[in-house]
């Protein structure tokens, strides 16, 4: 029984998937078998580079499909959603320490929520989002720096400040190459800074025990999992240095820190049994990243004016 059942339904057929014969990080045809989903769906970390991605996934027209008002049936509609002001706020408040002013692009920017936090705040705002839904909303409050494409495919005459991916690279099949052109994007002879928030973390105890019954595993949207190092090292031969990181747990409204240690133990003893953990893990220490790089080799210190 598949227990990160997503909100949305969709009805596929065989044409609408693809299999990756090679890791889209590394190039690497070596891999073995992570877990165990439900078909059609495969899921395998690569042993050249120690990315774990979905091998047999949604192709283009499966996506598209998938994606599809998207943002009213799944990102509004899950009970997070209530309380996703919350972690806004804190992903706000971590990224604010570092820049106060300049131009910001969010990529992924869904309807604009996270986005609103820097307008209030008096930078320059702007947003790429691929679901023709969400752009829509995001439009209403940014206008026409709201662009309806991937940031492959968008054109801007702008360079930013800021480049935020909350909660989206993971969902990118050329993750890889739009983290490049971002980097591209970047104001050039000043401070830039990248922000990686809000997004899974491979190496996290939970992701180690639960496997498919990770919260954070959802084979038809988180084709990706990464750890810290496949950001350190792309964004190291680009030029721009790691400046900080955080694992927001205790913080966030998500926590219920004795509960979720409870459910965890369970899932270390059954796992110790070499029983079969049927239940989905809960949030915890360590499972998500917000890292933030920035293109001048500088040490600083926290908070950084």
Not at 11 to 32: G, H, I, M
Not at 112 to 131: I, K, M, N, W
Not at 137 to 166: H, W
Request: aromatic fraction near 14%; include cysteine; hydrophobic fraction near 35%.
């Amino acid at each position: 029984m598949r227990v990160n059942e997503p909100l949305v339904k969709r009805e596929f057929s065989q044409s609408d998937y693809e299999k990756l014969t090679v890791c889209p990080w590394c190039n690497s045809k070596e891999s073995e078998q992570w877990g165990e989903d439900d078909e059609p769906y495969n899921t395998v970390m690569c042993r050249g580079c120690g990315l774990v991605y979905v091998n047999y996934r949604l192709n283009a027209n499966g996506r598209d499909k998938y994606y599809r008002n998207y943002y009213s049936e799944e990102h509004q509609a899950v009970p997070e959603a209530k309380v996703r002001s919350d972690m806004y706020q804190l992903e706000f408040d971590f990224i604010f320490n570092y820049i106060q002013t300049g131009k910001v692009l969010d990529v992924g920017c869904s309807g604009g929520e996270f986005l609103t936090y820097f307008q209030d705040s008096g930078l320059d705002c702007y947003g790429v989002e691929l679901a023709k839904d969400a752009s829509q909303i995001a439009q209403l409050k940014f206008g026409n720096k709201i662009i309806n494409k991937s940031l492959l495919d968008a054109d801007f005459n702008e360079e930013f400040d800021l480049i935020v991916f909350r909660g989206t690279v993971e969902h990118i099949p050329d993750a890889k190459e739009t983290l490049v052109k971002a980097v591209s994007l970047l104001k050039k002879k000043q401070k830039a800074y990248i922000y990686i928030t809000s997004t899974p973390n491979i190496e996290s105890v939970s992701a180690e025990i639960f496997k498919t019954y990770w919260t954070q595993h959802l084979p038809e949207e988180h084709i990706y999992h990464f750890k810290r190092k496949h950001f350190d090292d792309l964004f190291s031969e680009h030029g721009l240095t790691s400046l900080a990181s955080q694992y927001f747990y205790e913080e966030t409204p998500y926590a219920e820190v004795e509960e979720d240690i409870l459910k965890v133990a369970e899932a270390i003893k059954l796992k110790r049994a070499n029983k079969e953990i049927t239940f989905k893990s809960p949030p915890f220490y360590g499972n998500m990243m917000s890292l933030v790089y920035c293109t001048e080799s500088i040490k600083y210190s926290w908070p950084c004016r």
